[in-house]
Nanobody, 125 residues
Framework: QVRLVESGGGLVQAGGSLSLSCAAS????????MGWWRQAPGKEREGVSC????????YYPDSAKARFTVVRDAFKNSVYLHLNNVTSEDTGVYYC??????????????????WGQGIQVSVSS
């Protein structure tokens, strides 16, 4: 288990960029595979990125490829999600999650052991 706190959400115009931060405490973030999820209004929670504990390999679903980038900063004990060219479909609550699994596996992501409280991202047209 690790404590996670997200920050950096807010309102952004369609086509713009936004960066989210997830700060970890009590454990080092290098010990975890880290994921970002979002939940849009009326929709199920969706995994939008993952970075592996073992080799920092990444995973993105088709909805996020070429627009989102996940980065781990071990020195700051944080992970970041950079969102580019956002659309209204990117609106939702974004959650940071951590698990001790070695490599990102989309089927395992719903079962991550630690979760942040979530942060709102709203895209205006």
């Amino acid at each position: 288990q690790v404590r996670l706190v997200e920050s950096g959400g807010g309102l952004v115009q369609a086509g713009g960029s936004l960066s989210l931060s997830c700060a970890a405490s009590e454990r080092t973030i290098s010990s975890f595979t880290m994921g970002w999820w979002r939940q849009a209004p009326g929709k199920e929670r969706e995994g939008v990125s993952c970075i592996s504990r073992s080799d920092d390999s990444t995973y993105y679903p088709d909805s996020a490829k070429a627009r989102f980038t996940v980065v781990r900063d071990a020195f700051k004990n944080s992970v970041y999600l950079h969102l580019n060219n956002v659309t209204s479909e990117d609106t939702g609550v974004y959650y940071c999650a951590a698990d001790e699994i070695a490599v990102c596996n989309p089927r395992h992501m719903p079962f991550f052991g630690s979760w942040g409280q979530g942060i709102q991202v709203s895209v205006s047209s």
